[in-house]
């Protein structure tokens, strides 16, 4: 008998004004004078990276894992940029560096593929029943050439 377990990880963070600009919430909890709020973003941070991690682990050990993994566009285009201008790599938990998030999924993408399956969600989060039916398809399109654009032509398979 096999046994299959595949957790769904559902992952956002959204675009607020700091400063009158526009940063992701993770940034700005990242840059706050409370500390608790920069811990917590810190901790949410590594929590990003933690499949990737994981399943590499995993993986050199002879396992097969399998996640599904559901990030908004935002929190795709925010982790890159954190990860672009070395933000993510100078935070440090208990002495363990987080690293650069995205570059750990595209490392675990191209080494083990089919561990990790990103099941394509809308750009900005919304909650399709309550967005109007027109959006829908802007945000789907949208969120693919986000994550095309991170990860590569062909990352993305239409079914």
């Not at 940063?23 to 706050?32: A, D, F, T, W």
């Not at 998030?101 to 561990?115: H, M, N, S, T």
Request: charged share 30%; aromatic share 12%.
């Amino acid at each position: 008998m096999a046994v299959c377990y595949v957790p769904w990880l559902h992952m956002h963070q959204p675009l607020v004004w700091l400063d009158g600009k526009i940063v992701s919430n993770l940034e700005k909890m990242l840059n706050s004078k409370d500390s608790r709020e920069s811990w917590d973003a810190k901790l949410m941070l590594r929590a990003y990276k933690n499949p990737a991690k994981y399943v590499e682990i995993l993986a050199k050990q002879g396992f097969k894992p399998k996640i599904m993994l559901d990030f908004s566009g935002i929190l795709l285009e925010s982790l890159l940029d954190l990860d672009e201008r070395k933000i993510s790599e100078k935070i440090e938990i208990d002495g363990e560096k987080v690293g650069l998030v995205i570059d750990a999924y595209r490392k675990v993408l191209k080494e083990f593929p089919g561990c990790i399956e990103f099941a394509g969600t809308a750009y900005s989060h919304c909650y399709f029943p309550v967005t109007p039916e027109e959006d829908w398809e802007l945000q789907i399109k949208a969120w693919r050439e986000t994550f095309e654009k991170i990860f590569g032509p062909g990352a993305v398979s239409y079914t």
